[in-house]
């Protein structure tokens, strides 16, 4: 237990044994993408950025790409096939007296070759 303190006290951007990342969508849009957009850092960096759209699912995680040029739509394929969205977003709203929509949750579906001969992953 002495060391373990005394770990702490030398560095503060240690995660505690035990330590379990368990937040709901809300806390996610509504205080960790915010203060992220907003550029306010944390002592310890507890969520890193990963542009799941370059990786195969086995192989994660690497940065986000357009898929033209002077477009906002992203690249999705990676080396062995492609992530796909399904379904319709999912709002998120905040919590309080407003519950305005602060965020959307998008399914991805990831197929392996490429499109139009692609396979889809069963389970």
Known sequence: MEVLEKMISEDEDVLLPGFRFHSTDQELVGFYLRRKVEKKLFSIDIIKH?????????????????????????????????????????????VGAFHNCIGLKKSLVYYRGVQGKAVKPIG
């Open 50 to 94: 990963v542009d799941i759209y370059k990786h195969d699912p086995w192989d994660l995680p690497s940065m986000i790409s357009q898929k033209y040029r002077n477009s906002i739509r992203l690249n999705r394929v990676t080396g062995s096939g492609f992530w796909k969205a399904t379904g319709i977003d999912k709002p998120i709203y905040s």
